[in-house]
């Protein structure tokens, strides 16, 4: 079996996940300043054998898309152009921040810690990739 790797996309700043290889759990991978993105994906498929990405989708509680959203499809087409053999999936990302917040206060980390934006970017890709893995 090959890796799933998820993404959620910021502006500054985008965090990924992935899975071993035999999808049973999922990690928080990293944070990429998202001006790198592409390029990042690009070598990691180039070591890794990858089958899918997840890619975040925002919605207002109304379901309505998010403003980010433009952003957001313009990274997809993007990156279908430069790895177009792995498909791309869209997840429902509403209240990962929170729960990557929630997470990290339950996990002990001291407030200082707590005010890390890319671990919270990580720990949210690492939420997109588990509410897809087990549902």
Do not use: C, W
């Not at 177009?84 to 002990?108: C, Y």
């Not at 990580?122 to 997109?128: D, F, G, V």
Request: glycine share 4%; no cysteine; aromatic share 8%.
């Amino acid at each position: 079996m090959a890796r799933i790797l998820a993404i959620d996309y910021g502006k500054k700043r985008t965090g990924i996940a992935v899975t071993d290889e035999m999808q049973l759990i999922a990690s928080g991978l990293t944070t990429v300043r998202t001006h790198d993105l592409i390029n990042f994906l690009k070598e990691y498929v180039a070591k890794e054998n990858v089958e899918l990405f997840l890619v975040g989708e925002p919605k207002q509680m109304n379901y309505e898309p998010s403003e980010s959203e433009v952003l957001i499809k313009e990274f997809i087409r993007l990156l279908t152009k430069a790895i177009p053999t792995i498909p791309i999936k869209r997840v429902d990302e509403r209240f990962t921040s929170k729960m990557a917040f929630q997470t990290m206060i339950d996990g002990g980390l001291k407030k200082k810690q707590r005010q890390n934006k890319s671990l919270i970017d990580e720990i949210s890709a690492t939420i997109i990739l588990q509410s897809y893995l087990y549902k």
